[in-house]
Structures are given as structure tokens and as C-alpha cells.
């Protein structure tokens, strides 16, 4: 079994090496191919290669690090879990079968980690409004029409069980029924932070939109003093 190792050289970047210990088994891998597919890559990195293990980490760190980002509020906080999710990544790649995308199933365990973190830092069951209260039906796809940038920043704003339920429905495509069981709670429920999520969005986007635009000078006005 390969054992793996976190290195952490610069705190300021967190860059990532991660060393198999292997004393008697050596795999060349040549990391400058830009041909070389994922299986290709799951198998090095099986075998123990360094370089393999590398590859994999910077192919898909930035992506993983904007997947946990999303669900917490600190940059720090999405760093460990996107370093403790590659962690879990290496230790399970036996477990991986080649079913379904790789990225999906990397995006999964960090999605794990990321509900892990966010229960010791901000527990669900009292992020989570439990009152299922009408609101006007936003249209699914209107998240898709929101600004990728603007989105983001608000939704880090959102309360953590509004957040999640949006993060595990909208961005990561999970049913309701999944998200009740992820979560410990009930589907209405899960329907029901959606909802409140959305609103709560779009307010805070048409919010942000208001204040950024520029306020006209009432030069025209001076004449006659109507402000």
C-alpha cells in the first residue's frame, strides 16, 4: 500500500508535494506530456510515481480549491480542506472505478470534506431555518444568469445551511432527496433553504448592483436648483 505525505514549503501559497514512500519501487513519469489522460495518471500515481502525483495535484487543485471556497467563508478554512481532500484522494485511489468522471469524483470527496468543516465551524442544525415559509418561485435557472464573480461573493455571505443547500443543489446537481440525507434533514426543508437562498441572493446581488453604479451629476440642474 502506498503511504503519502503532506509537505507545506510556503504557507503563503500552501503548495503541495506530495511524496509516496516507496523504498524498493520507482516509476518514471514523464510530467511535461500534455497527452496523458487520466487514466494514464491514476495509474502512475497507483505505482507510487512522484511526478504523477504532482501532476494530478496541480491539474486539479484550482478547481477543487474554488469547490470548497464555496461552501466556506475563509480562505484558510478552504485551503486545509482542499489539502485534507487530496490527502483522501491519494489514500482511495484504489477505490476509484472508473465509473462517472474523474473530477466528479474527486469534486465529491472534497464536497465531504467541505460538509465535515462546516459542521465543526458552523454547525447545520442551527444554520439551518427549519420554518417553511411561502416565497415567490424563483426559476431554476435563474442562477445562471447571475454574474459567476458577483454570485460568489454574495454567496459567501449567505448563512451556512442557506449556502449549502444552494451549493449542493444549484452547483453541484444533487437531488433534494440526496441533500436531506447529506444534511440530516428533511426534503421540505431542503426545498425550502433553496427557496429563501435564491431571494436571498438576488436581493443581495440587485443590492450590490444599486451601489456600484454611478451616480449621475445634476449638472442640468444647477439653473434652476431641481435636484
Known sequence: MVAF????????????????????????????????????????????????QKQLYEQFSGMMFGVCL?????????????????????????QYRHEGS?????????????LGQLRRKEPMHLAIDDSHIELAVTPPEAESQLNAADML????QLPAGYRTVFNL?????????????????????????????????QRRLAAASLSASPTPEPKEYYATGRY
Not at 514549503?9 to 520507482?26: E, G, K, M, Q, W
Not at 496523458?36 to 500515481?45: Q, R
Not at 461573493?153 to 459567501?156: G, Y
Not at 440530516?184 to 427557496?195: A, D, M, N, V, W
Open 70 to 94: 464555496r461552501y466556506l467563508r475563509h480562505r484558510e478554512d478552504a485551503e486545509e480542506v482542499m489539502l485534507g481532500g487530496f490527502a483522501k484522494v491519494f489514500r482511495a485511489l484504489d
Open 169 to 201: 443543489y444549484a452547483l453541484e446537481g444533487f437531488s433534494h432527496v440526496e441533500i436531506a440525507e447529506m444534511l440530516g434533514i428533511s426534503e421540505g426543508t431542503s426545498k425550502s433553504q433553496l427557496s429563501k437562498a435564491r431571494a436571498m441572493l
Open 153 to 156: 461573493a454574495v454567496l459567501a
Open 5 to 52: 505525505r503532506l509537505i507545506f514549503p510556503d504557507r503563503a501559497t500552501r503548495a503541495l508535494s506530495l511524496v509516496s514512500i516507496l523504498p524498493n519501487r520507482l516509476l518514471s513519469f514523464d510530467s511535461t506530456l500534455t497527452s496523458v489522460t487520466d487514466a494514464d495518471l491514476i495509474a502512475a500515481c497507483r505505482q507510487g510515481s512522484v511526478r504523477a
Open 102 to 114: 474523474f473530477e466528479g469524483w474527486i469534486r465529491r470527496i472534497m464536497v465531504n470534506e467541505a
